[in-house]
Every structure is written in C-alpha cells, then in structure tokens.
Nanobody, 124 residues
Framework: QVQLVESGGGLVQAGGSLRLSCAASGGTFNSGAMAWFRQAPGKERALVAAISRSGSSTSYADSVKGRFTISRDNAKNTVYLQMDSLKPEDTAVYYC?????????????????WGQGTQVTVSS
C-alpha cells in the first residue's frame, strides 16, 4: 500500500512561486507514473502535470505550460511541482497521485493512490 504525503502549499501573491513536494512510502515508488491534480471549489479534479516512471516523459495542462515544472527523485521517493508566475486561478487543493503503469495518464481514474491534498491560495 503506497502512502503519499503532500507538503509545500500555502498563501502566495500573484506572480509568486511555490514548490510542492509529495513523499511516497509503503511501496515501490519508482514502479509507476506520478501526477499532480488540482480541484477548485465547484470544479472537477483535473490534471496539472504528470511524469513517467523514468522521468523522461512529462505532460502538462495547457493552463500551466511554461509556468509549472514536474520532476521526481526516485532515490528520495519524492515528486515535486515547481509553480512559478502563479495566478489567482491556480487557487485549488493540489493532490499527488501515483499509478502502477509506467506511462503518464491524464485520467484521474487511472491513478491508484492519492494523497490528502495541500491547499494553494494565490491572492491578486
């Protein structure tokens, strides 16, 4: 059973930066792809970024391309989301997710484990 714990969320002004971390335990971290999703009030959970098992392949939502960067350190069992040039519309709860498959997927249903989420609030 994989456990995922997110950290790094908080309150930041528009234009600022945050770095989210997701630490995995209880399983084989480097066995599958990882992703960050987010969910704003009244909206569905949506993919922000995903990274393949090896880290060689990534995928981003159009709204964050050029501003966010996903990375992983398999030696530390950790995946990161560097968020720059933050906008108020980035405000949401951000969730870390992992899946058994090695390739990225944009569908939340394809992910097997989820963290509890961390709040990111961007003020204007």
């Amino acid at each position: 059973q994989v456990q995922l714990v997110e950290s790094g969320g908080g309150l930041v002004q528009a234009g600022g930066s945050l770095r989210l971390s997701c630490a995995a335990s209880g399983g084989t971290f480097n066995s599958g792809a990882m992703a960050w999703f987010r969910q704003a009030p009244g909206k569905e959970r949506a993919l922000v970024a995903a990274i393949s098992r090896s880290g060689s392949s990534t995928s981003y939502a159009d709204s964050v391309k050029g501003r966010f960067t996903i990375s992983r350190d398999n030696a530390k069992n950790t995946v990161y989301l560097q968020m720059d040039s933050l906008k108020p519309e980035d405000t949401a709860v951000y969730y870390c997710a992992s899946r058994y498959g090695m390739y990225v997927s944009s569908a939340a249903g394809n992910y097997n484990y989820w963290g509890q989420g961390t709040q990111v609030t961007v003020s204007s």
